[in-house]
């Protein structure tokens, strides 16, 4: 990746204006000689941060609510790195992420449509990023990007721009190019990642989700390529654990470096589908391929002898979850070649709901009292309805025969990445059960 960038210090300052309206007069005018990556370089990390600015399991971890059962009250969701209280968000200082946004610059694109996104490139300091939680079965998360253009109504990570002070509506309408991805994930592997993970007591190497928070085959990664770079960087490595979660099927650019990869670690992909009917899917996920499309990705990515299973989350009450709609989607799944398939219902963080309910009064107007008793004070659905679910899913599982937990039949032992193996890579399979995450 090498978008070409403006350094004028206009271009900063045009920057600023549009990143968001609390950042007014925030920012310390800078000399025309400094440039944008010195003006990044000032910035202090927050305190208690382990690596970088950018290495926060609170902005791309999905949280730990998404993998368990409970309750979560909306006072109780993620908050932003300043104040909370509006009036004094407005005259803090920017911190941390939300800093490091403020100053990136432009991203060249040849993109010409008047609905393009606006695109920027990141300064992160890392791409590997730790999630803390026992909650979630993976350890580190890889976001190439911030933002995703797919719009996904429901996607809970819009709460991951409220990290860099900008509005959950804005996820798909500004989208962060995360810099130097291949160099700087070559650093983080040596540095940081375990072949011998603690959550498994040393049976298995950590675990690597990508594209927990945006997907990283969204259109962006034509241009840019973060993605591709992240990849052929695992490449080279021997004795990984790696999953992908994607609703593209550019993911089909990508098999060569995929089966270099599966020939050396364990991998394994998951392709979202929430429902197979088109034009529900194109109001529920305005930009993203078409489900016969992913279907087909799921397809010729098995025929390459990679190991892949299909996502149904989210769930979406009254909307996704009619009778027999969930089991066509398992059942084309099956004829693709998906090798598992898991769905959760709906979560829906504070800054998803806020997006969600109104569409949901707008488009299904029927269904507005249900949703606001639901879903208003709290981000699941009842407990007796996220059971009936899972029971449905578990029926359908048994009868088509699909795996709900792959990576239970990994077979592989973690080595040190120096050592030379021969794996049989095809025959493993790995699940990261990330419920919802692929919004």
Known sequence: MSPVLSSSSAGIATHRRRVSPTTAGLFPEYPEDVSPMQVVSELA??????????????????????????????????????AAVPHERAHARLVGIARLAACSLPAETKRSSAEKPEYFVLPVKSILNRCDSNRVPFEWTINPYRGCE??????????????????????????????????????????????????????????????????????????????????????????????????????????????????????????????LRARLARLLEPRAPRPDLRLAAVKQLREAGLAVGVSASPLIPGITDRDGDLEAVAAAAREAGAQWFFSGVLFLMPASAKQFLPFVREKFPRLAKQYEQWYAKNGYAPEEYRQKASERVQRIREKLGFASRPWIATTRTPQRAQMSLAWNAPAVQIETELVAAAG
């Open 45 to 82: 990390p927050l305190a208690g941060q382990r690596d970088s600015i950018s290495d926060r399991a609170t902005a791309d971890c999905p949280p730990a609510s998404l993998a368990a059962h409970g309750t979560q009250s909306r006072a109780n969701g993620p908050v932003r790195n300043v």
């Open 150 to 275: 797919f719009a996904c109504k429901y996607c809970y990570a819009r709460y991951t721009h409220e990290y860099m002070e900008l509005d959950g509506s804005e996820f798909e309408k500004k989208i962060y190019v995360k810099k130097d991805a291949a160099p700087l994930l070559a650093q983080d592997i040596s540095r940081k990642y375990s072949y011998n993970s603690e959550k498994s007591g040393g049976e298995r190497s950590e675990h690597i989700a990508i594209g927990t928070a945006t997907d990283p085959y969204q259109p962006a990664e034509r241009e840019y390529g973060v993605t591709r770079a992240c990849l052929e960087e695992l490449a080279k490595r021997e004795g990984l654990s790696i999953s992908i979660i994607t609703k593209s099927n550019q993911i089909e650019r990508d098999i060569d470096v995929l089966q270099r990869i599966a020939l050396r670690s364990d991998l394994a992909i998951d392709i979202t589908i929430t429902t």
